[in-house]
């Protein structure tokens, strides 16, 4: 069980790399800021916070895992925080509310990134480490859900009212189904963070330990699948998506 979670936990990665990667050097050409906020959120969660949290738990001692822990947090609130950011800048630039939700994600991420290294950096047991890891759980996990709640339904809004006009020529297709397929990701990834949630605080051992790696693989590997399919789309995949819509 765990070399098939570790294994889609890589693949995830990998995933996340590669198309956070892509966007970082389409931003470079484009300059683009947009661009720049989604790929490194990207690169910061699945090529650095993701594996760095992960390697911290099984290859290091306690102390130096507590070190390590704090240092994947930083780079994962950041990393939603620029989730947050490119909502924002792309569906609601200008939007004076939009604004003030900004303003809240980053007092929230300071007082997350405080208060979660003082408490890390002071664990001299296990007990202690998950307890911390309980206490203070809640704030990445309800900023992901929120991230990508908000991110989804932007996406699928948008995706709503530009479908019309691609029936007229007025929208190209490709650009109207990444739409659709950013809303998918962003909707499987609430329904994998409300369950992991779930089942780790309100779940006994076999939840936390059994069906949550399950469930977060199976919720991964979709992620993936999508993600690939929005940013790096093969020339089949596009081509089929134009034809489509065509007829």
Request: glycine residues 8%; proline residues 3%.
């Amino acid at each position: 069980m765990q070399i098939m979670v570790l294994t889609v936990l890589a693949t995830l990665c990998v995933v996340w790399n590669v198309v956070g990667i892509k966007i970082l050097l389409r931003a470079r050409r484009t300059r683009g800021f947009a661009e720049f906020s989604l790929g490194l959120a990207f690169f910061l969660l699945g090529g650095i916070g993701v594996p760095l949290n992960a390697a911290g738990r099984l290859l290091a001692s306690l102390e130096v895992a507590q070190v390590i822990a704090v240092f994947a947090s930083t780079f994962s609130i950041a990393g939603i925080f620029l989730l947050f950011t490119f909502t924002a800048h792309v569906f609601y630039k200008g939007r004076r509310w939009a604004q003030f939700v900004l303003v809240f994600v980053a007092a929230m991420g300071i007082y997350y990134l405080v208060g979660h290294g003082i408490e890390r950096l002071a664990v001299e047991t296990r007990e202690e480490a998950l307890a911390v890891q309980f206490r203070w759980g809640p704030f990445t996990i309800l900023g992901a859900l929120f991230a990508f709640a908000w991110a989804g339904a932007a996406a699928f809004a948008h995706w709503l009212k530009l479908r019309k006009r691609v029936a007229f020529g007025l929208a190209d297709p490709v650009v109207v189904n990444r739409l659709l397929l950013w809303s998918l990701c962003g909707l499987i990834s609430v329904a994998m963070t409300v369950t992991a949630g779930v089942l780790i605080y309100a779940g006994g051992p076999v939840a936390r330990d059994l069906i949550q790696p399950i469930t977060t693989s199976i919720g991964g590997l979709a992620d993936s699948i999508i993600m690939l399919l929005a940013f790096t789309p093969p020339k089949a995949y596009t081509d089929a998506v134009r034809r489509r819509a065509a007829a």
